[in-house]
């Protein structure tokens, strides 16, 4: 082997320096590994000491070439900032730093210490550079300032860039929080099944999932395809919410949450719809529609104000160059508790609002997103939850309100968004539960399971779901959800 440099250093510590790395091998056979450390461009920018024998990787932002040394950019997505790389003539590999171009992924190794130039706290002083991979001049992301319907085409390169780099480290860490929040307030998470032969919302908005040929699928006596002879037996989908199958689980754990992709084959082709997103749905037990509304507040506030507090780099570039009030929005929301109006009481409102709505506002119709954002951002200026929606508009399981006409249903509206929470008090009366069912054509043999959970211990109980994407638009002001995951699935797109 070359360049490698054996001692023995008493009590049995054979020491080994090679090329890259200082190993001792301790007399109980381990060993441990004691040089070239190995920092990502975040640890060392929150350095404390000056360190030798660093190495760091990732790929080239920009490079300044002069006469005897150059300055080279690199950042390897830890964090938004950048750390430079002095890297003079006398550095290994130096003659191969014209191949070190924009987006080429390079190794550094030298020594960190304090910049003496302005802008970053801690710099490199290279001893070796390697090129590890190059990126020629048709890497589209070799010029700034791409626009994102531009950068939706590059869905596998965009997260290298600044906006999308911090959108994706939000959208892990809040979802890290999503966790924190209820395990630590004792919820159990479960996992629901994506396959199901449910349809949760009875809107009908669901993909099919077959091993039936597309041609010549077996046919029934009246002639339709007989889904008997599919590979579940029976009509199965995507699930579009894990709703029912979490109430069975809140009813035996007693506070749960689910976390996970949900699909709609609904052909709203908005900045708020995907056809495939992630929806976090607790289910309490012993909880009736304003228990519900107060676990959906805290939630969001501790989510907001977690992002504040973990991303702080983040939350600047986003008010920065996304959404100016982005900050003192936020604030805000974690700030002020949040207004509940009933339907009856937001009807009126927008009725005497003198507001020209292109839908006229009638009791008993589902608001629509004008009237939703006329509620939060303009007349309340804060998050709503509207509760108490007429029956007609709202599926099967809500539970019935003594008046008659409406249901236990809350809808969480936030200004530049609309509707982030959709939830409810679940119907748990036997009687009333069997005769909803009836009015929405569904058969009890199908639904035995989620009717059974009425017959034995049945129990007040309620939960929501929060769309994680819409969520994330909230936290960074980012006005499209295509914008929120990294390969968004929406009509005539996969
Ligand atoms: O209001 P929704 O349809 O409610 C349910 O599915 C209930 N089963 C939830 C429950 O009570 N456990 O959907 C809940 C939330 C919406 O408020 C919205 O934030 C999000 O899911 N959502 C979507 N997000 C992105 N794209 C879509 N197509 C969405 N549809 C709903
Ligand atoms: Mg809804």
């Not at 070799?142 to 965009?158: A, C, D, M, N, S």
């Not at 009126?348 to 006229?360: A, C, R, Y």
Request: charged share 25%.
């Amino acid at each position: 082997m070359k360049n490698v440099v054996s001692a023995r250093c008493g009590n049995g510590v054979f020491l080994r320096v090679c090329r890259i790395s200082v190993c001792c091998f301790l007399p109980d056979g381990s060993v441990k590994f004691c040089g070239m450390k190995k920092l990502s461009v975040k640890e060392a920018l929150g350095a404390t000491n000056p360190e030798d024998f660093v190495l760091v990787q990732g790929w080239v932002r920009t490079r300044r070439d002069s006469k005897t040394f150059s300055f080279l950019e690199i950042n390897d997505g830890s964090g938004l900032k950048n750390l430079q790389c002095v890297i003079d003539e006398n550095c290994e590999g130096y003659a191969t730093l014209k191949n070190a171009t924009t987006g080429a992924s390079v190794s550094v190794e030298g020594s960190l210490i304090p910049s003496q130039g302005k802008g970053q706290s801690w710099e490199i002083h290279a001893t070796k550079v390697e090129i590890l991979g190059i990126a020629p001049e048709n890497f589209p992301l070799q010029k700034k300032g791409h626009t994102v319907e531009f950068l939706r085409t590059i869905p596998h390169l965009r997260a290298r860039t600044n906006r999308f780099g911090a959108m994706f480290r939000v959208r892990s860490r809040l979802a890290f929080a999503v966790h924190q929040f209820f395990q630590d307030r004792g919820f159990a998470y479960v996992h629901t099944p994506i396959v199901t032969a449910s349809d949760c919302e009875g809107a009908g908005e669901l993909f099919r999932v077959t091993t039936l040929p597309p041609e010549g699928a077996p046919k029934n006596a009246d002639g339709n395809v007989d889904f008997a002879r599919d590979f579940f037996a029976r009509p199965s989908f995507l699930t579009v919410s894990g709703q029912l199958e979490a109430e069975t689980l809140a009813c035996a754990l007693g506070k749960v949450y689910t976390f996970g992709p949900t699909f709609r084959a609904e052909n709203s082709n908005t900045s708020r719809h995907a056809s495939e997103f992630w929806m976090i749905e607790p289910e309490m037990a012993f909880c009736d529609i304003h228990g519900d509304i107060d676990v959906a507040e805290a939630l969001i506030k501790y989510l907001v104000s977690d992002i504040l507090k973990n991303c702080p780099d983040e939350i600047e570039f986003f008010n920065k160059f996304v959404d100016k009030t982005l900050r003192e929005r936020l604030e805000h929301v974690v700030e002020k508790p949040f207004v509940r109006v009933s339907y009856t009481e937001a009807v009126e409102i927008l009725q005497k609002s003198g507001e020209k709505f292109e839908f006229p506002i009638v009791w008993g119709e589902g608001l629509q997103s004008e009237h939703e954002r006329f509620l939060t951002e303009k007349h309340f200026q804060s998050p709503v939850a509207v509760y108490d929606y007429p029956r007609e508009a709202k599926p099967f399981y809500m539970r019935q309100n003594d008046d008659g006409k409406t249901v236990a249903a809350t809808d969480l509206l936030v200004p530049g968004i609309g509707e982030i929470v959709g939830g409810s008090q679940r119907e748990e009366r036997l009687e009333k539960l069997l005769a909803a069912m009836e009015e929405h054509g569904l058969s009890e043999k199908d639904y035995s399971w989620y009717v059974d959970l009425r017959r034995f211990g049945s129990v007040p109980h309620a939960g929501f779901g929060l769309g994680f994407e819409r969520m994330l638009m909230f936290v960074t002001g980012e006005g499209n959800i295509r914008d929120v995951i990294p390969f968004p699935r929406t009509p005539g797109h996969a």
